[in-house]
């Protein structure tokens, strides 16, 4: 053994160097214990959110029903004209045949409003649907108005006094002796996805904000796409390298960070103020959404085409492609897994903008999904945000229920962009 390698394992092995390996280790664990702790915070926090939405939202995803039975009488509703038709009588019909001790104008409003406001409605749908039940009766199972379903689902106490709580000891007692005939019930609320927003919460639901989204993200996808794609292309594989070039570069990087209230404000000033297309419009909050894409659609597009070896390029361009025929039967095709990811996550953050939205105008009140990109509209984030701001009980639930749908819609986004990625992904 030579005299260096003596020295050298009598440095490593000395009480310094020891001391100094037991520091560097236990720099390494703090390390690890950093990461585990920062990790275990997010995730502790993330179980917090999800839990109180859950908590909370749960209960808008079930509506109290109540089973009522309508006499359709030849006197209240005329065959000929069934639709100007005395649904409100038929009505107070019902209720009196099943509550017959209750008599006189105001205990029937007060028995009234045990059902929705709309229970007039939804009998004269049902006698258009099916005329023979003139004569006869029809039976329904309609919502309970807000009150009564927060009693129902145990949001309001019976415990506090009449005069904190906007149902009466006599309407709980109707809405108890409902119950025991078996009448009330609890069903999912399919109402909170296929009914439109309205002004009652038992009725108020997701379907135009989700057809609004739907539309919305349309526009940005076929706009941001083929645009982004395009210029990142020029910029990557065509473009000069010059100041000019480095100035786009540089500014489409700032872009990415600009906040979105910057892109709803030039939405509003450039769609709305200067070309005049309409307000609340999926078209234009689509536009405004796929300005504030683009700059991500294009940033991870060049960075999808730089991850493509060079020698991929290399072989094209010797085997006589042309450069066109090698970006594009080449390049973009290898690149395509990344750029599909890039997109999805783009629009996936674009789903749940709310700000430019509501520059643009999509918060508005819409009783009907839209049937066009033209047509006025809302979008999930801003239903979320109309619910959040509306004063009935019944809307707190609701508000939570529509963030755990858009959270859902989210996540599928992003499931997606993993499977895409992990399917198509070529490796060398």
């Known amino acids: 053994m030579s005299v260096s390698t003596i020295q050298a394992s009598v440095e490593w092995t000395t009480k310094a160097t020891a001391a100094h390996r037991r520091r560097r280790h236990a720099a390494d664990r703090r390390l690890r214990l950093y990461g585990i702790a920062a990790i275990s915070l997010?995730?502790?926090?993330?179980?917090?959110?999800?839990?109180?939405?859950?908590?909370?939202?749960?209960?808008?995803?079930?509506?109290?029903?109540?089973?009522?039975?309508?006499?359709?009488?030849?006197?209240?509703?005329?065959?000929?004209?069934?639709?100007?038709?005395?649904?409100?009588?038929v009505v107070s019909d019902a209720l009196s045949a099943m509550f017959p001790e209750v008599v006189g104008p105001p205990e029937l409003r007060s028995l009234g409003q045990i059902l929705t406001n709309n229970t007039q409605f939804m009998v004269r749908d049902?006698?258009?649907?099916?005329?023979?039940?003139i004569g006869g009766s029809v039976t329904l199972r309609v919502p309970a108005s807000d009150p009564f379903d927060q009693l129902n689902k145990g949001v309001v106490s019976r415990d506090i006094p009449e005069s904190q709580r906007r149902v009466s000891d006599q309407q709980i007692g109707w809405f108890d002796r409902l119950v025991s005939e078996g009448r009330v019930s609890t069903p999912f609320n399919w109402g909170l996805f296929f009914n439109a927003d309205s002004r009652f919460p038992?009725?108020?639901?997701?379907?135009?904000?989700?057809?609004?989204?739907?539309?919305?993200?349309?526009?940005?996808?076929?706009?941001?796409?083929?645009?982004?794609?395009?210029?990142?292309?020029?910029?990557e594989e065509f473009a000069p390298k010059n100041r000019f070039t480095d100035l786009i570069e540089v500014n489409i990087n700032n872009l990415a960070a600009v906040p979105s209230v910057v892109f709803g404000l030039l939405g509003l000033a450039v769609f709305l103020g200067w070309f005049g297309l309409p307000r609340s419009a999926p078209l234009v909050g689509g536009m405004v959404l796929a300005l504030m894409t683009l700059p991500t659609i294009i940033i991870v597009t060049r960075a999808a085409l730089k991850a493509v070896p060079p020698s991929i390029r290399e072989a094209a361009l010797g085997m006589g492609a042309s450069h066109h025929q090698m970006i594009a039967h080449h390049v973009l095709p290898l690149a395509l897994p990344g750029i599909l990811t890039g997109t999805i996550i783009g629009l996936a953050q674009a789903l749940g903008e709310t700000a430019p939205l509501l520059l643009v105008g999509m918060n508005a009140f819409i009783t009907s999904p839209p049937g066009g990109v033209m047509e006025a509209s809302t979008a999930l984030p801003t239903q979320v945000f109309i619910?959040?701001?509306?004063?009935?009980?019944?809307?707190?639930?609701?508000?939570?229920?529509?963030?755990?749908?858009l959270l859902g819609f989210l996540m599928v986004m992003n499931a997606v962009a993993i499977f895409l990625r992990q399917r198509l992904e070529r490796t060398w």
């Open 42 to 89: 997010a995730i502790g926090l993330l179980a917090i959110l999800i839990i109180s939405l859950i908590g909370t939202g749960h209960k808008a995803f079930v509506q109290t029903m109540v089973r009522v039975d309508f006499p359709i009488s030849s006197e209240r509703v005329q065959p000929e004209n069934i639709a100007a038709g005395n649904f409100r009588g």
């Open 126 to 133: 049902a006698v258009i649907a099916d005329p023979s039940v």
């Open 202 to 235: 038992e009725l108020a639901g997701l379907a135009g904000a989700i057809v609004g989204s739907f539309y919305a993200l349309l526009v940005c996808f076929l706009i941001s796409f083929p645009v982004g794609i395009a210029a990142a292309v020029y910029l």
């Open 387 to 405: 619910w959040a701001d509306s004063p009935e009980r019944g809307f707190v639930a609701r508000t939570s229920a529509g963030i755990l749908v």
